[in-house]
């Protein structure tokens, strides 16, 4: 997979060449360009925003920088994108005001060749850079969560990471994805709590029954914790969850 990122505080992703993803990067399952937004001023001062229309407070980004940058970043795609030059890269805009980013949009993103993020600042970018991508390729303004930031960049990093994961040979155990929290295997219900060795620690013991070795029992139990957990902090998720007889019997309790 391919993935540019067009900012004004190009250090700001750093943190992308890290750890898991800069293991991923190394092996050449992700190809990672970030771009300096400012590249693409016109004028000495490099002006990248300007007083809205309409009045109040703020500034918003100048349709003219953020429209060069994205006609030169979307033109040109790299080892990772489709040899077919002509296809265009799926464009992800976050903003507070987005769609939920989501388990399921990581997955579909997972799914792309070639994303490219524009990273807005200040009040967001003139609409105008947002319609005009629309005519010629996919675009997704996208939000992680119900807060505000001062910028895109960590929500890229979020949404990067999510997507990343998820990608053939980035895990050491593929496994581990499928047992997620949101996850078809858990029918989307978030995952229950871990241990590992010691069997006692500060007084506190592994519950018995994972030390047990019987599989039926751990599973149930795995699930039963699961539900209990989702029930308490998440009952929301329990709606669209799928559940069967067992499990309903667990809520009931
Ligand atoms: Cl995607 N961007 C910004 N600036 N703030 C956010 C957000 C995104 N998601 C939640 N808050």
């Given at each position: 997979m391919r993935i540019d990122v067009v900012t004004i505080f190009p250090d700001y992703l750093a943190p992308l060449r890290e750890a898991l993803l800069g293991k991923a990067i190394d092996r050449g399952l992700l190809e990672v360009a970030v771009h300096?937004?400012?590249?693409?001023?016109?004028?000495?001062?490099?002006?990248?925003?300007?007083?809205?229309?309409?009045?109040?407070?703020?500034?918003?980004?100048?349709?003219?920088?953020?429209?060069d940058a994205l006609d030169a970043v979307c033109a040109s795609p790299g080892a990772g994108a489709p040899?077919?030059?002509?296809?265009?890269?799926?464009?992800?805009?976050?903003?507070?005001?987005?769609?939920?980013?989501?388990?399921?949009?990581a997955e579909e993103y997972a799914e792309e060749p070639w994303l490219v993020f524009a990273c807005g600042r200040y009040e967001g970018i003139d609409q105008r850079v947002i319609d005009d991508a629309a005519r010629r390729m996919?675009?997704?303004?996208?939000?992680?969560?119900?807060?505000?930031?001062?910028?895109?960049?960590?929500?890229?990093?979020?949404?990067?990471?999510?997507?990343?994961?998820?990608?053939?040979?980035?895990l050491g155990n593929p496994a581990s994805a499928k047992q997620d929290s949101f996850s078809a295997s858990l029918s989307g219900l978030l995952e229950g709590p871990s241990y590992t060795r010691p069997e006692v620690w500060r007084d506190l013991a592994v519950p018995d029954v994972l030390r047990s070795g019987n599989h039926a029992?751990?599973?149930?139990?795995?699930?039963?914790?699961?539900?209990?957990?989702?029930?308490?902090?998440?009952?929301?998720?329990?709606?669209?969850?799928?559940?069967?007889?067992?499990?309903?019997?667990?809520?009931d309790r």
């Open positions: 300096d937004l400012r590249g693409w001023t016109h004028d000495v001062h490099k002006a990248v925003d300007d007083s809205p229309y309409g009045g109040g407070p703020g500034m918003v980004m100048k349709p003219q920088v953020w429209g040899q077919d030059t002509d296809t265009p890269p799926r464009l992800v805009v976050p903003t507070p005001s987005g769609r939920p980013f989501t388990q399921a949009v996919p675009v997704d303004e996208v939000s992680i969560g119900d807060y505000v930031l001062v910028g895109g960049e960590v929500a890229v990093m979020v949404i990067v990471e999510a997507v990343a994961r998820l990608l053939p040979g980035v029992a751990i599973e149930r139990w795995r699930r039963d914790t699961a539900l209990e957990r989702t029930f308490a902090r998440r009952p929301e998720l329990l709606d669209d969850a799928e559940l069967d007889a067992a499990d309903r019997a667990v809520l």
